[in-house]
């Protein structure tokens, strides 16, 4: 049942595109079949974002080689990304209200198009952090817009299973990632690694002229620019401080922590005082919500640096080649696949709180078991553990992605879908740059020998961050029957 604090209508309520008559929200049949094409478009971007996410990490080693600096120093080129994400996704509830999704989503793709090819084309760490920041800029828009249009578009008692479908391809993306990153930056060049993003752009831009709906407001309103800033300074400052952490530099940044709580508290302050804020507090008053959001945030950061400590495990500590750092990542997908047809009948069965607190107990006694492997650990029981912890986080994510919408109405999704989608590459940096700032106070002197050690001691301490999350689901009530009548 929605909360009744937010189920009344808003003037966010959307219209069609004003080239035709203003009508209700289309009515969706039973089956979602019918939206086969839009599913597919979403989930091809959610492919081609999370590819990106992910891609970079097999080729670390190999790319700070080329441009001449220190594997864990590529950690900038994975967080620019996603905090560049995580800062402009907000601004996409708006720009859906002034311009149309199928427009916004159109450009994204133009624009992370753009941020790809200058990438490829980037001779420095600089350039290629900038040109990481221009791909955020497009890739910002591709989540949050198209779970939006699923949200308004498939009946809700299916879109559980529209929703895994398309996140099952993010994870796909995610863990094909290292494995085709390994490959071409063996066999071909890491300029390869983006610049292959080019022609699948231009696939994603005539499938969104004809399979994209355009839902609009005849008049937004105002964008909420103090509250963007606000917000936008305090992840920045946030995740500068962490990067001073990695570095070593803990008393500069002392300053920053401060600096990026007195703006984050700022955002909090003018949120409660802006009719339409870039992020609105007010849903955090939902229970589904605020615990969607939390345990977003403690399990990503606890999980999303963990391939990029494996791949350099691997290559570095263990002496294998990119491709077969790659290639261990395969299992994963399989893992996540296999346990894909089995979400929606666990979540009716166990509901979210029982389903999440046991999974998330589960996830961080695999990440601990991680610190057993070694240089000489068989590559077929390497496999087994990737293939494991894809199947728990495969059962993470889809349920995670659920969650944030069940308590709400209709007119609250793009609101919802934002702050979802920003929870998330949010804890995503900060989980990247936890996971180097673990390995550079392990390391030592950066021999083979060191590597492995503070891969191990590292994924320990992942795991117990990551078991945090437990509790965060723990303030769940049960929704089995809830989630029966959706």
């Not at 508290?265 to 919500?289: C, F, G, N």
């Not at 346990?339 to 166990?350: C, E, G, N, S, T």
């Not at 087994?384 to 919408?405: D, E, H």
Request: glycine share 8%.
């Amino acid at each position: 049942m929605p909360v009744d604090v937010l189920a009344h209508p808003t003037r966010r309520e959307e219209q069609a595109a004003p080239a035709a008559p203003p009508s209700p929200a289309p009515e969706a049949p039973p089956n979602p079949a019918a939206f086969r094409g839009l599913i597919w478009l979403v989930s091809a971007a959610f492919f081609m974002q999370a590819l990106d996410s992910t891609i970079v990490n097999t080729a670390v080693p190999g790319i700070a080689a080329a441009l001449e600096v220190t594997p864990l120093s590529m950690r900038t080129a994975l967080t620019s990304y996603v905090l560049t994400l995580a800062i402009f996704i907000p601004a996409s509830p708006w720009l859906c209200d002034r311009f149309g999704t199928r427009r916004v989503f159109g450009g994204a793709i133009i624009v992370f198009a753009l941020g790809s090819l200058l990438c490829g084309l980037s001779q420095t760490l600089p350039q290629l952090v900038a040109a990481r920041v221009i791909q955020g800029l497009g890739g910002a828009a591709l989540m949050p817009v198209g779970r939006y249009v699923l949200v308004r578009t498939i009946d809700r008692r299916d879109f559980v299973r529209a929703m895994t479908t398309v996140a099952t391809f993010g994870l796909m993306g995610s863990v094909l990632g290292p494995l085709l990153g390994g490959a071409l930056v063996e066999y071909t060049s890491w300029r390869v690694i983006f610049l292959i993003n080019v022609p699948f752009s231009l696939m994603g831009i005539w499938l969104n002229l004809r399979e994209m709906p355009d839902y609009r407001l005849d008049q937004a309103h105002p964008f909420d620019m103090s509250g963007f800033l606000l917000f936008a300074g305090a992840s920045a400052l946030y995740l500068i401080a962490a990067e001073r952490a990695a570095d070593g530099h803990w008393h500069g940044c002392i300053g920053f922590v401060l600096s990026a709580t007195v703006f984050a508290l700022a955002y909090v302050w003018h949120s409660r005082r802006t009719e339409y804020p870039v992020s609105d507090l007010k849903l955090l008053r939902v229970r589904s919500v605020w615990v969607s959001l939390a345990g977003n945030l403690f399990t990503r950061l606890g999980v999303s640096g963990m391939f990029l400590l494996l791949v350099l495990f691997l290559q570095i500590g263990c002496g294998w080649s990119p491709l077969w750092a790659g290639l261990t990542m395969v299992p994963q997908a399989v893992g996540s696949i296999c346990i894909k047809p089995y979400v929606h009948r666990l979540l009716a069965h166990f509901g979210y709180r029982k389903l999440l607190l046991v999974n998330t107990i589960a996830i961080s006694i695999v990440l601990c078991c991680f610190a057993l492997l070694s240089p000489t650990t068989p590559g077929w029981v390497i496999g087994a553990f990737v293939f494991v912890y894809g199947a728990f986080m495969s059962l993470q994510y889809s349920s995670m992605n659920t969650l944030a919408y069940v308590d709400l109405d209709i007119s609250h999704a793009s609101m919802a879908s934002s702050m979802a989608s920003t929870a998330q590459y949010l804890s995503m940096s900060f989980g990247i740059a936890l996971a180097s700032m673990l390995m550079e106070f392990f390391i030592g002197d950066r021999s083979p020998e060191r590597y492995v050690w503070a891969f191990r001691y590292s994924v320990i301490i992942l795991g117990v961050v990551t078991l945090c999350a437990s509790w965060v689901f723990s303030r769940l009530r049960d929704t089995r029957a809830q989630l029966a009548t959706h």
